[in-house]
């Protein structure tokens, strides 16, 4: 039965295409431990940076062995802007001063916000 079934290309299985030129880039292991003992190594290009924490097949982090010594992953956080430091950006403490004083007469005179009862 074997000799009489077909032969033929497995589809999807093989490239046609030759390997031949093809240049890799450069690559470069990194080497990862978790807390439950696992270690594992990640492939990079050699121009890319590793994460000082990656992922177990665990799920629990592991991180980077003998990395980058004491750089952080992070980037340090901007302080935060404020509403009113948006606001200083745009106008200065004078015009603002003048501004208020300017809402603050036509609030007293009531010709802002008249209520209708």
Aim: with cysteine; proline share 3%; aromatic share 6%.
């Amino acid at each position: 039965m074997a000799e009489r079934s077909l032969r033929g290309m497995k589809i999807g299985a093989h490239s046609l295409e030759s390997d031949a030129g093809v240049a890799f880039v450069a690559r470069r292991e990194e080497s990862y431990h978790c807390e439950d003992g696992h270690t594992f190594t990640v492939t990079f290009a050699e121009d890319a940076e590793a994460p000082a924490v990656w992922e177990c097949k665990c799920g629990k982090r592991a991180e980077l062995i003998g990395g980058a010594d004491g750089e952080d992953d992070e980037k340090p956080a901007k302080p935060q802007r404020t509403h009113w430091d948006m606001l200083l950006e745009r106008r200065s403490v004078e015009e603002l001063q003048v501004l208020l004083d300017e809402r603050l007469e036509l609030l007293r005179q009531g010709k802002l916000y008249k209520r209708l009862h």
